[in-house]
């Protein structure tokens, strides 16, 4: 089997809602799309979502950096061949994970749909039964936070997952409004993204809440500040996760040196895609720590893709594979049960993606044969 061509789109998703976080408001997400054909016929999709503030790629340069420097090279190349074709690309960019990660997720579909199997049987079977997805809330006034909260744990949900950064006083007014909206039972996440920046304005907000029995606090300070990090979780009895603070195996390797995380977010737009994400989880096993599979907002192309891998190991016990939720059109349709993704035993991603749709909302897009 040989990939005979690769067509690169630029597509704008819109959002249902504004999503706010500590380092940005999104009114769309740009998402890149690429259709993967080989010479039997058999055709992959996989997404990357770029974010300059995570990933440090932007829109534009990650279709570029497809259409013109990574698609070409893998012309003739088995899908087969994920560590190859890694190796490719790798030598063609450096880090560049979203975009990586588009071309990464094709494969798995192609190889998917070629052998029969859903995605997950490649990853190691399915060991979790179910997965159960949080309801996440922007950043907004307490109240308003609160009021949603609220009304998703009406609707079936049992985690509620905050954002929060953008003022240290007003998130724990944040925090304090949902929790004693949501009771005791109800899981909380609060997620940072950055913005408590550092050491001491954590803990002076973490002290502020520590009753609030939150499951975890998620990357409060800046990415880069692993030590930081590291002295956070030293001081707290909250569990601590990193996020931005985790592409690839350096960022590992560090985190686990120096103890700076309970917990670890593995995104497929930061580590390059399935392939790369089932190194960390090898990775964060032997450490001992477990994993949630993020999501950069994306839509049901790529959170399938994250669906299989969070259901086929047992190391990752959270996912928030939501994005389809958030947008009010996509390429695709995947099955929610109030807090419930179902993911298909279909072969591949199990995505009947809708082309006519990519190519709607496409603004731009190169075909390499």
Known sequence: MKIVSIE???TELPLLRPFIVAYDAFHELPSIIVKMTTDTGIVGYGEGMPDPHVTGETFYSTYEMLSRDVAPLLLGENPF???????IMSAAVYHAPSAKAAIDIACFDVMGKATGQPVYNLLGGKVHSSLSVPYVISILPPEEMASQAADAVKAGYTSIKIKVGDDPATDVKRI????EAIGTTIQLRVDANQGWRNV????????????CEMEWIEQPVLAD??????EVRQKTT????ID???HGDKEMREVIMRQAADLINIKLMKCGGLYPACKLVAQAEMAGMGCQIGSMVESSIATAAGAHLSIAKSMIFSNEMVGPLMFSRDFGVLTYEKNELLVTDAPGLGVDVNEATVRELSVQSTLIQ
């Not at 304090?176 to 929790?179: E, I, N, S, T």
């Open 81 to 87: 061949d994920i560590e190859k074709i890694h190796k």
């Open 200 to 211: 001491a304005t954590t803990m002076r907000v973490l002290k502020q809440v520590e009753d």
């Open 238 to 241: 909250i569990p601590v996760m």
């Open 244 to 246: 931005e603070g985790l």
């Open 8 to 10: 690169v789109f630029a």
């Open 225 to 230: 500040d692993i030590i930081g990090l590291a």
């Open 176 to 179: 304090r409004a949902v929790r």
